[in-house]
Each structure stands twice: as C-alpha cells, then as structure tokens.
C-alpha cells in the first residue's frame, strides 16, 4: 500500500517503520498553490489582501503569531497560505472582509505605532507575496507632517476666504493698501 504523504509517494511499510506521523492530504499537491498576497502598513493595523476571484469555502485561521488562509477558486484549484507574521498581532481585534475578488484581513498590530519593514518572521520573501505599492505610504514620522499641512491648510484657507471676498465684491479692483485704510469701504460695498 502506498501513502501520499505531502508531495512524495511512500510505501505505507516505510513510513511505518521510520515512525512518522501519517497525516493523509486531502488534495493533490498540483492542484493545491498560494494565492497571490498583497499586504501593506499602518499605524494601527496591517493589511493582507489575498487576490482570488470567486472563492469558495474561504477559512481564515488568524492567532497572534500567524494566519493560515485556505479557499477554492472558480476553478476548483485549493489555494493555501501559511504567514508567520514579523511580529506578535492581536488576533481579537482583527477582521476579514471578503469581496468577489479577494479577501483582505485588518489585522491589528500588537504595538500600535512601530513600522513592520516585512510581512514575515523570516527576512526570505515568498514568490506570492508583494507589496501594495497602490495603498503604502511612510506613515512614520506623520505626525510632524500632518500638523505642517494643518498649519498651510489653515493659511489657504484663509488667503482663499480673503481672495473669494476680494473677488466677488465690486471694489476688488482696490489695492492691500487701500483695503487696510479705507475700512469704510468694506461697509459700504457689504451694506451699501
């Protein structure tokens, strides 16, 4: 008797002799592949994009330290993913959401705040595995950022508010000068 034991054929006398662990697969290694992942980083959460149209029989297994994903495209092909993730997730307050083109895992990060330069534990990339160069961004150091376009939003909007004022009343054609001198003006074009 022969036993089919990942991908290699092995006569069910060595395998017993050896003292292996029979663990039979339920699906032919050629018609079992990864599916193609994109993931990108967050402050808060990292996400996971597994790009399969059509699935079927979608089983999400997410703990702190991995996720296994395994579905049935439309063409009956099982795909299966195995990420041990860079670093430790919180696996109660991760979510998946599954569309008919893929299936995207929210997976909160253990450590809110701390960059992930990689997916994986291991510094090895898988073929199957990309970057969403669509959705990344260096968020690092964002907070120094955000509040410089804070601070240039607000004189925009400010200068803008002057010029819309400036523009649509009929003594715009008066100079910066005039406009600080003369404030009777401003009352008479508003009220007059």
Known sequence: MLLLLGCVIFPINVICTLGFLIVPTCVPCSLRQAAKTLWYDRPRYVFVEFCVEDSENVKVDLDDYKVVFSCK?????????????????????????????????????????????????????????????????DW????????????????????????????????????????DTDRGCIYNALYG
Not at 141 to 159: F, H, K, L, N, P
Not at 161 to 176: D, E, F, K, V
């Open 73 to 137: 495209n439309a063409d009956g092909v099982e795909l299966y993913n195995e990420i041990h993730f860079y670093a430790r997730v919180n696996s109660k307050d991760s979510q998946n959401k599954r569309s008919g083109r893929s299936i995207t895992l929210f997976v909160r990060k253990w450590k809110d705040k701390v960059g992930w330069p990689r997916l994986t534990k291991e510094d090895i990339k898988p073929a199957w595995l990309s970057v969403d160069f669509d959705n990344w961004r």
């Open 140 to 179: 690092e150091g964002d907070e120094e950022v955000e509040a410089a376009m804070a601070e240039q939003y607000a004189e925009v909007s400010q200068a803008a508010m002057i010029w819309h004022i400036l523009g649509w009343l009929p003594w715009a054609q008066m100079t910066a000068r005039s406009f």
